[in-house]
């Protein structure tokens, strides 16, 4: 199946710095990546849609000025969280889209994921 | 509000048995239909996935789509322990946008 990479798998920061989170497609050409967060025993909330050379599309009260997406590339997006904070801390996973999107080619498979830590 | 509805179990069944995991969805335009099992602390991987009605069969899981009811659901037969997981359903609506949506999951217990 479709390998992404997602790094690093856990991170420790101090309040008000900021995270990069980079997730990959493998053996792949992305052209949409999903990027969510996922608190202790609760379900994945969807933070923003990206799509290769263009803006991220965010969810409903997610900040972009705090969660910065980039996806430079078709193999490439990038998660920033800036000036980070401990209600920050979560489960943060990526998501890739292989191909384009018709009705029989939209499974997503998902990064290993990233645990930040905010202390 | 296009919505997945999962019954959050736990579902506990002895291994050996078959285990059987449902989804029902709101939007009657939806196209495709994925099962993925997440193991707690890790991200979810996916088992299934279903485009149309009836059933899918790989390995020991099984899928099964009905649109007319809406509703899709998963069998794991000869449950094992190690298929003790979050199983989440997910459904991509009609619309064009393609983005899945995730219904909360159910957790599966297989005991010996």
């Known amino acids: 199946g479709a390998v992404v990479s997602q790094h690093p798998s856990w991170v420790i920061c101090k309040s008000g710095t900021s995270v990069k989170i980079e997730c990959r497609s493998l053996?792949?050409?992305?052209?949409?990546m999903f990027w969510y967060r996922q608190f202790p025993k609760q379900s994945l909330m969807l933070m923003a849609t990206?799509?290769?050379?263009?803006?991220?599309?965010?969810e409903q009260g997610v900040e972009k000025d705090k969660f910065l997406i980039n996806h430079a590339s078709l193999t490439l997006s990038t998660l920033t969280v800036t000036s980070a904070h401990p209600e920050d801390s979560s489960f943060y996973i990526c998501?890739?889209?292989?191909?384009?999107?018709?009705?029989?080619?939209?499974?997503?498979?998902f990064g290993q994921g990233t645990r930040l830590t905010v202390v | 509000q296009k919505e997945v509805e999962q019954n959050s179990g736990p579902l506990s069944v002895p291994e050996g048995a078959i285990a059987s995991l449902n989804c029902t969805y709101s939007?009657?335009?939806?196209?495709?239909f994925f099962w993925y099992r997440q193991y707690s602390g890790k991200s979810p991987e996916l088992i299934m996935s279903?485009?149309?009605?009836g059933d899918k069969e790989d390995g020991r899981f099984t899928a099964q789509l009905n649109k007319a009811s809406q509703y899709v659901s998963l069998l794991i037969r000869d449950s094992q322990p190690s298929d003790s997981a979050t199983y989440l359903c997910?459904?991509?609506?009609?619309?064009?946008?393609?983005?899945?949506?995730f219904g909360r999951g159910t957790s599966l217990i297989v005991h010996p």
């Open positions: 998501s890739a889209r292989v191909g384009y999107p018709d009705r029989l080619n939209t499974e997503a498979f």
């Open positions: 053996d792949f050409q992305a052209t949409t």
């Open positions: 990206s799509n290769e050379g263009s803006k991220a599309t965010y």
């Open positions: 939007d009657r335009g939806s196209q495709s």
């Open positions: 279903i485009y149309s009605n």
């Open positions: 997910a459904v991509t609506p009609s619309g064009g946008s393609y983005i899945p949506t």
